[in-house]
Nanobody, 120 residues
Framework: QVQLVESGRGLVQAGGFLRLSCVASGSIFSIHAMGWYRQAQGNQRELVARVLNGGSRNYADSVKGRFTISRDNAKNTVYLQMNSLKPEDTGVYYC??????????????WGQGTQVTVSS
């Protein structure tokens, strides 16, 4: 099984910055994709940023130019650098990984979620 451990939650003022990290561990053969989703109260969960195994990255339009996702493949770790934070960035951020536990064993995993609150 695979576990995702998130860190970096916090309360930040608007315009501030915060870095989230997520470490995947367990029965990992390879990681196809790793990234972050978020869910604000009353809203649906949405993709924030994701990096694929080939290095390509996807960002939500709302965070482009402000957030940067990076990956340390050797450590099975993904980072989300969040700059110029806005109150609307507030929500629970969930790490997500699409993991091959074996050559033909692909599964989607989620972290527990970490709260990010941005005050005005």
């Amino acid at each position: 099984q695979v576990q995702l451990v998130e860190s970096g939650r916090g309360l930040v003022q608007a315009g501030g910055f915060l870095r989230l990290s997520c470490v995947a561990s367990g029965s990992i053969f390879s990681i196809h994709a790793m990234g972050w989703y978020r869910q604000a109260q009353g809203n649906q969960r949405e993709l924030v940023a994701r990096v694929l195994n080939g290095g390509s990255r996807n960002y939500a339009d709302s965070v482009k130019g402000r957030f940067t996702i990076s990956r340390d493949n050797a450590k099975n770790t993904v980072y989300l650098q969040m700059n110029s934070l806005k109150p609307e960035d507030t929500g629970v951020y969930y790490c997500n990984a699409l993991v091959y536990s074996g050559a033909y064993r692909l599964n989607d995993y989620w972290g527990q979620g970490t709260q990010v609150t941005v005050s005005s």
